[in-house]
C-alpha cells in the first residue's frame, strides 16, 4: 500500500515563501514521477507541477511559472514565493498509475493522493 503524506502547509501573508514537502512509502519512489495539486474551495483540484522520476524534467501550470519550484530527493518538495491570495487552497501530493511517464496534468492518470495541507495567503 502507498501511502503519501503533506506537510509544510500554513498561513501567510501575500508576497511570502512556503515549503511544502511530501514523504512517499509503500513504492518504489524512484521509478515514478511526481505532482503536486492543489483544490480550492469550490473549485476543481487543478495540477500545479510535477517532475519526473530521474528530477530531469519538470512542469508547470501557467499561474505558477516563476514563482513555484518543484524538486525531488528523499521526499518531494514545492518551494512556493511570492504567494499570492489566488494561491489559497489544499495542496496534494500525487503518484501516476505508470512508471517512466511524464507527470501528467489530468487527475485522471494518478493512482496514490495524500490528504493534503491547506495553504493560506493572506492579502
Known amino acids: 500500500q502507498v501511502t503519501l503524506v503533506e506537510s509544510g502547509g500554513g498561513l501567510v501573508q501575500a508576497g511570502g515563501s512556503l515549503r511544502l514537502s511530501c514523504a512517499v512509502s509503500?513504492?518504489?519512489?524512484?521509478?515514478?514521477?511526481m505532482s503536486w495539486f492543489r483544490q480550492a474551495p469550490g473549485k476543481e483540484r487543478d495540477f500545479v507541477a510535477g517532475?519526473?522520476?530521474?528530477?530531469g524534467m519538470t512542469n508547470y501550470a501557467d499561474s505558477v511559472k516563476g514563482r513555484f519550484t518543484i524538486s525531488r530527493g528523499n521526499t518531494v518538495d514545492l518551494q512556493m514565493d511570492s504567494l499570492k491570495p489566488e494561491d489559497t487552497a489544499v495542496y496534494y501530493c500525487?503518484?501516476?498509475?505508470?512508471?517512466?511517464?511524464?507527470?501528467?496534468?489530468?487527475?485522471?492518470?494518478?493512482?496514490?493522493w495524500g490528504r493534503g495541507t491547506q495553504v493560506t495567503v493572506s492579502s
Open positions: 500525487a503518484a501516476p498509475r505508470s512508471p517512466y511517464i511524464f507527470p501528467p496534468i489530468h487527475e485522471s492518470e494518478y493512482a496514490d
Open positions: 509503500g513504492r518504489t519512489f524512484t521509478k515514478y514521477g
Open positions: 517532475i519526473t522520476w530521474d528530477g
